[in-house]
């Protein structure tokens, strides 16, 4: 009962699960459900069957095995269920493709961002944009800007941080290699270094373990973890976002004419309110999450 009932909470609060990767089967899934987005096909950027897919009539999208709630709900982006899977299918009915016409295929993390031709024609998978992967491959613009925020126990020293200042003193975690953990450094200026772990599974580990006070995770992760993952779970704040936000952007391969249709999909999907009213639903925007000073 209190599985379902902190599962009710996180999709009311958009909350996230830990990003995992693992190899897969690539075999399409394909299908589509009724919550697979709002149509906006009569404002499509350009009509499914004229654009160079994998499949004559079909586009292919990638994301890992398992993919996580709430980017997508029960590891089945199909339903279009999941902030994610909604973005996927209406970037796909911009592009003129029919709910029916799009086929999802699981790829690991690496081999999404791995250099050569790719067995989709898009990925969406929580891919950062940085200038090192543009060397490989091609990006939309935006459908996700992140924030970074602080999560502990409530048996934690850091239970009552109210600031930046009162975080500082404390042992601060976060994955190494990520926003999150430069950000925690730049943002908190702790007065010991960062410590780094590997995956965020780690991270959540070492605050239980008490190795750290607070650890440092995207939003959706901190919600997540805060209303289901962690006994006694406190979500402390957001940090300031700094000048350069981490940014998701759909992969595909270096070159592809896909790349400006698609950014043109996601552009106009943020000029008419659809990301905004998909991360509300979703992810929200800062729910019990304020921004530490």
Avoid: H
């Amino acid at each position: 009962m209190r599985r379902a009932l902190a599962l009710a909470a996180v999709s009311l609060l958009g909350s996230l699960a830990l990003v995992g990767c693992a190899p897969v089967d690539e075999t399409p899934s394909g299908g589509s459900s009724a919550g697979a987005g709002t149509s906006t096909a009569d404002a499509g950027t350009a009509t499914g069957g004229d654009l160079p897919t994998l499949t004559d009539g079909v586009l292919t999208i990638a994301t890992s095995e398992p993919a996580y709630e709430p980017w997508v709900v029960g590891d089945d982006p199909t339903t279009g269920e999941g902030y994610e899977a909604a973005v996927a299918y209406a970037v796909a009915d911009r592009l003129g493709y029919a709910a029916d016409d799009v086929e999802w295929v699981r790829a690991t993390f690496e081999q999404i961002i791995a250099p050569g031709a790719k067995t989709f024609d898009l990925a969406i998978n929580q891919v950062s944009i940085t200038d090192e992967r543009r060397e490989n491959l091609d990006f939309s613009s935006s459908y996700y800007d992140t924030a970074q925020a602080v999560v502990t126990l409530e048996t934690a020293a850091a239970a009552d941080a109210a600031s930046l200042a009162d975080l500082a003193p404390l042992r601060i975690g976060a994955m190494v290699g990520t926003t999150s953990a430069q950000v925690a450094e730049d943002a908190i200026a702790p007065t010991t270094d960062v410590q780094l772990f590997n995956d965020n599974d780690q991270v959540k580990q070492a605050l239980v373990a008490g190795l750290v006070d607070a650890i440092v995770v995207d939003l959706p992760t901190a919600l997540y973890l805060s209303a289901v993952e962690l006994e006694g779970g406190v979500l402390v704040g957001q940090l300031p976002a700094g000048a350069d936000p981490d940014q998701f952007g759909l992969v595909l391969d270096k070159g592809s004419a896909l790349t400006e249709p698609v950014t043109e999909a996601v552009d106009a999907l943020r000029a008419d309110g659809t990301l905004a009213d998909l991360e509300a639903q979703w992810l929200t925007d800062a729910a019990g999450a304020p921004v530490l000073r």
